[in-house]
């Protein structure tokens, strides 16, 4: 039972890590119906920058309080990640946006592709770790075995992180003009321009969101982890995508319930399997579901205008 719950504690921290960058995935493609598969390597792009900053803030500045330190590098990264996302859209995607539908995606995997080797010339190939900044845990409970079940602050953090992110999101989608305006959009771009509505605008801020919760995502990627590595862009940003078309891509909600969904069989795995298949176990709910919900969990099913 103690390892049972600790490893739940252990799923929904990672599961909320997947969701963060899920909802960036399926804001992006509920407007323009593209995937944009270099959203994983700006993932990684702001783990670097939360990296670079933390130790600028820590070291140069000589700010001790880890709470400060973290919130400058949260701000800090959502702001250059932001940044990098609207140049990414304007350079890559725009002048694209109406040619075939491949074009897009193969500008995309170019981008994906230049992201990492960017970084890895910048950075080098190696693991970069950061100091450590949260060892604080509290010790839930132990077992008649001598297993103590633990929540660290930093596991807090992250799923507080989550759901907070989550509700300003479906708040912003749900209730304020530039929500509106990103529905129109998803409903009928071209109906949307003829209504007043800013496409290009919306569309680029669009991105602009989805690279700042790449930011948040890669900061407590960061927090959770100590490490990070120019090639850590791809795996997390497979298993976000995943995440995106198990809970139905387009929903918000759907985004992150798919990513604790995953990191949940992949921790679950871990400690009742084999290690080495955590993976093709995450795929194979994935395909499993499909086949009986096509649009995912919370996904509507996409109606064919006439």
Excluded at 63 to 69: D, G, K, M, V
């Amino acid at each position: 039972m103690e390892v049972f719950a600790q490893q739940l504690i252990n799923g929904l921290t990672l599961g909320s890590i997947y969701g963060l960058i899920a909802i960036g995935y399926t804001m992006v493609f509920g407007i323009i119906g593209m995937i944009n598969f270099a959203h994983g390597d700006v993932f990684m792009l702001s783990a670097f920058i939360a990296l670079i900053t933390f130790l600028i803030v820590t070291t140069w500045l000589g700010i001790s309080s880890i709470a400060l330190a973290l919130l400058i590098v949260l701000i800090v990264a959502m702001l250059l990640t932001a940044l990098w996302g609207w140049s990414i859209e304007r350079i890559a995607y725009r002048p694209l946006r109406g040619s075939f539908r491949l074009a897009p995606l193969i500008s995309a995997i170019g981008v994906s592709i230049f992201l990492s080797n960017f970084v890895q010339v910048v950075q080098g190939a190696r693991n970069k770790p950061t100091p450590p900044m949260m060892r604080d845990v509290i010790t839930l409970w132990t077992g008649d075995n001598g297993y103590a079940v633990a929540l660290s602050y930093k596991q807090i953090i992250i799923m507080l992180t989550t759901v907070v992110l989550l509700a300003g999101f479906w708040y912003l989608v749900q209730k304020t003009p530039l929500g509106r305006a990103q529905r129109a959009c998803e409903q009928d771009r071209k109906m949307a321009a003829l209504l007043g509505i800013d496409v290009d605008r919306t569309i680029s801020l669009t991105f602009v969101l989805g690279a700042a919760l790449a930011a948040v995502a890669g900061t407590m990627y960061l927090l959770y982890y100590g490490v990070v590595s120019f090639a850590d862009g791809f795996t997390p940003g497979v298993k976000a995508f995943t995440a995106a078309v198990l809970g139905g891509i387009g929903s918000l909600p759907g985004a992150v319930l798919g990513g604790l969904l995953i990191g949940l069989v992949e921790t679950f795995w871990s400690a009742y399997f084999s290690i080495e298949y955590k993976d093709v176990a995450a795929f194979s709910i994935l395909a499993i579901v499909l086949i009986f919900m096509p649009s995912g969990i919370l996904g509507r099913p996409e109606v064919e205008k006439v």
